[in-house]
C-alpha cells in the first residue's frame, strides 16, 4: 500500500497495489454518505478537482470480496511523495467509486491495478501503461 494523490490541487489517497486487475478505482465521497460502514480516512471529490475530465461511460466490477460501480473519469495521478521525484500522471483514466460493497474496508480508499491492459475496461489504459506512454518510468 502507498499515498498518491489526484486531481489538481491534490486530494491525498491510499492505494491498494493489485496485481489480479487492470483499473484505477477510487472511492469517491458519494459512496462514503451512500455506506455509513465504510471506514476510510480520504475519498475524492471530484467536484474540487480542476482538473477532472468526467465521462458517462461507467462499469461494475465483481472482485473476490465485493464489487464496486462508477463511471470512468480522468484527471491527474501523482506517485510518491510530493517533490522531484513524484511521478505526475496526466489524464490518467480511473473508475469513480460511487456505490460498493465490501472493497473500502481495509484502509485503503484506491485499488491500483497492475495487470495486463488487455484486462482493462475497453479504453482504460493501466496506470503503469500510462507511465510507459508518458515516459515517465
Not at 461507467?58 to 510518491?80: A, M, P
Not at 490518467?92 to 460493497?101: H, M
Not at 491495478?113 to 503503469?128: D, I, K, M, Q, R
Request: aromatic fraction near 10%.
Amino acid at each position: 500500500m502507498s499515498t498518491v494523490y489526484i486531481g489538481t490541487p491534490p486530494q491525498k489517497i491510499r492505494a491498494l497495489w493489485d496485481t489480479g486487475s487492470s483499473n484505477l478505482w477510487v472511492l469517491n465521497y458519494k459512496a462514503i454518505k451512500k455506506d455509513e460502514d465504510i471506514k476510510v480516512k480520504y475519498s475524492y471529490d471530484d467536484g474540487y478537482s480542476e482538473t477532472c475530465i468526467r465521462s458517462e461511460k461507467g462499469e461494475k466490477v465483481h472482485f473476490g470480496s465485493g464489487n464496486l460501480e462508477g463511471k470512468f473519469y480522468k484527471d491527474t495521478l501523482r506517485v510518491g511523495a510530493p517533490g522531484k521525484s513524484q511521478i505526475v500522471i496526466l489524464n490518467q483514466p480511473f473508475g469513480n467509486a460511487e456505490k460498493q460493497n465490501n472493497i473500502f474496508t481495509g484502509g485503503f480508499e484506491a485499488i491500483i491495478g497492475l495487470s495486463y491492459p488487455n484486462l482493462a475496461a475497453p479504453g482504460v489504459t493501466p496506470v503503469f501503461d500510462s507511465m510507459m506512454q508518458q515516459h515517465l518510468v
